[in-house]
């Protein structure tokens, strides 16, 4: 068993940050004890100078890479110009990214919030509205399937619905309206299914669940349940879109149309939060003016970078990046299966990596890979995530998985 980070490698200006925030914050997140000063493409630079290689990408926030030149000179420009005006009004950037990131979608129209929670909050407000007002289920009693291992948010209608005791326990009395049945399992999702259903919420890949990607079909499974009792396919892409599975969407990839997308992370190409529900008028046209809306969703600087996302992935190299660096993750990892890896997951750049309990928990691997210059984070115990910004290049990839060896041998 790896034993603890000890005090001995907080010196320095790391030490006293890492006790300003003990000190100042709430302590709702137990980080990895590293001080981020800088950025520069899939490289950090930490307080006293030390460099790594970022293992997460902010949770795939940051895909196009620390720094990109693109996204921060759109950013000076509108800063220049105008950041904020609230929905009162209406700003020249918002119309020009709806219909981009509408037309990237394949779809009609565009509901503009910040966070990705809010995206999926709205969404669930969109299904409901549908379902009453399209639909015809009676008032009250709009059911949403989800999924166990599920994992949308910490707001607490979200984690109404999350079996995630961390996220869930205690901050009851819970939302009713949702109904959870097994991640991948077609069957169970059709026994779940009546006529007061109105949307199915799935993550087309699960990420904090530790990258669990579902059985092939299972996404068409769903598509099909959906059209035969008449509800919404929902498909949360907040992590698996934009480019790290490989596709622009994981929906598209396997050939899967859902009703309402939800997109957010990388569509602030790690500058500013912005988050959107994606999907036909049929559908978002549901929503009346004064019922739904944020004063910073849409704002004119939000707007301008998630254009310039919506271009970049226009030109699919970050999608093709991921795609290559898949197989460089899968020769790596499969040579770590029985020495340290008990069993993985892959799709594009994006890896969940369980470790063997014996050498340690997800987050002992985390802190020794720190330590090698590798930031990685871990979930669910002894399951190590592995999300690089696209920018990483197969070289980078090897350090990173040589620091992973090399932590799980045991070497220096």
């Known amino acids: 068993m790896m034993a603890p980070l000890g005090s001995a490698t907080q010196l320095g200006r790391t030490g006293d940050a890492l006790a300003s925030e003990d000190a100042w914050l709430a302590h709702n997140y137990a980080p990895i004890p590293v001080v981020i000063a800088s950025g520069d493409g899939a490289w950090l630079t930490d307080v006293d100078g030390k460099r790594y290689l970022d293992g997460l990408a902010a949770y795939s926030a940051v895909n196009f ?30 119309g020009p990214f709806a219909r981009r990131l509408a037309e ?17 909050e709205s969404a669930i407000k969109v299904s409901r509205a549908w379902g009453y007002r399209v639909k015809g289920v009676p008032a009250d009693r709009a059911t949403i399937v989800v999924a166990n291992g599920n994992f949308h948010g910490r ?21 009713p309206g949702f109904r959870s049945v097994p991640y991948g399992d077609g069957s169970a999702l059709e026994a779940a299914m009546d006529e007061t259903v109105v949307a199915v919420l799935i993550e087309p890949i699960q990420g904090e669940s530790g990258v669990i990607i579902p059985p092939d079909g299972y996404l068409h499974s769903v598509r099909e349940l959906c059209d035969r009792f008449g509800a919404l396919f929902v498909a949360d892409e907040i992590q698996s879109g934009l480019g790290r599975t490989g596709a622009t969407f994981e929906t598209a990839r396997v050939g899967v149309r859902p009703d309402l997308m939800t997109l957010g992370k990388a ?4 500058i500013v939060p912005v988050s959107a529900v994606v999907g036909p008028a049929s559908v978002l046209g549901v929503l009346r003016p004064r019922e739904h809306g944020s004063t910073f969703g849409g704002n004119p600087l939000a707007a301008a970078i998630g254009e310039e996302v919506v271009a970049i992935l226009e030109e699919g190299t970050f999608q093709a990046r991921a795609a290559a660096g898949e197989s460089v993750l899968r020769d790596a990892l499969d040579a770590l299966v029985g020495h340290g890896v008990v069993g993985y997951r892959v799709a594009g750049l994006w890896a969940g990596i369980d470790i063997d309990p014996a050498l340690g928990t997800g987050r002992d691997v985390s802190l020794r890979m720190m330590e090698r210059g590798v930031l990685v984070k871990d979930t669910h115990g002894s399951t190590v995530r592995f999300a690089p910004p696209l920018v990483v290049t197969d070289d980078e990839l090897h350090f990173a998985l040589g620091a992973l060896a090399d932590t799980l041998r045991g070497r220096p």
């Open 104 to 120: 990237l979608a394949g779809t009609e129209m565009v509901l503009p919030m910040n966070t990705g929670a809010e995206a999926v």
């Open 65 to 94: 890479g620390h720094g990109n030149q693109r996204l921060l000179d759109v950013a000076r420009t509108q800063l220049d110009r105008v950041t904020l005006t609230s929905r009162a009004f209406a700003n020249d950037r918002l």
């Open 155 to 175: 707001t607490t209608t979200i984690v109404s619905f999350s079996d995630d005791p961390t996220a869930h326990d205690d901050f009851g009395p819970f939302t």
């Open 267 to 270: 569509l602030g190409g790690g």
